[in-house]
């Protein structure tokens, strides 16, 4: 009986690992535009900073090394954007999205307040952050 189950759980796993990183995402967010220009833009990175400085350091770290002042009294650790781990296979659309809905479960916020463009500022920097340093 066991066998029937593992048959089609695996067949939904190996499908679920192949398809696009952004399969998971609800389909506003899903169909999203993404903006290529600006998230390569260096002025958009410098303003991703400044906001991430401003509204993100303080879990995050200033470094966006996950070592912030709040981070021992959260209730997850808050994402390391320095580490390879977290940055293989993430997309720009699932940043944005984390970024404007929060993390479900965990003391990631939602960002609402923050106009779209300056989401993807930020978006473009946690996504360099790793390469071009803090």
């Avoid at 952004?22 to 506003?28: Q, V």
């Avoid at 400085?53 to 997850?76: F, K, M, V």
């Avoid at 960002?111 to 993807?120: E, F, R, V």
């Amino acid at each position: 009986m066991t066998r029937f189950l593992l048959l089609p759980l695996g067949l939904l796993l190996m499908y679920s690992a192949c398809s696009g990183g952004d399969s998971g995402l609800p389909p506003a967010y899903a169909n999203l535009t993404v903006p290529r220009e600006r998230l390569a833009s260096s002025a958009a990175r410098q303003s991703g900073r400044r906001l991430y400085l401003q509204h993100c350091a303080i879990c995050h770290g200033r470094n966006a090394d996950g070592q912030g002042p709040r981070h021992t009294y959260l209730s997850e650790h808050p994402v390391d954007f320095t580490s390879s781990d977290w940055r293989r296979g993430k997309t720009p659309r699932q940043v944005y999205y984390w970024i404007r809905e929060g993390v479900a479960g965990t003391p990631m916020p939602s960002w609402k307040s923050l106009a779209p463009a300056q989401c993807w500022d930020l978006t473009a920097y946690v996504l360099t952050v790793k390469e071009e340093g803090p």
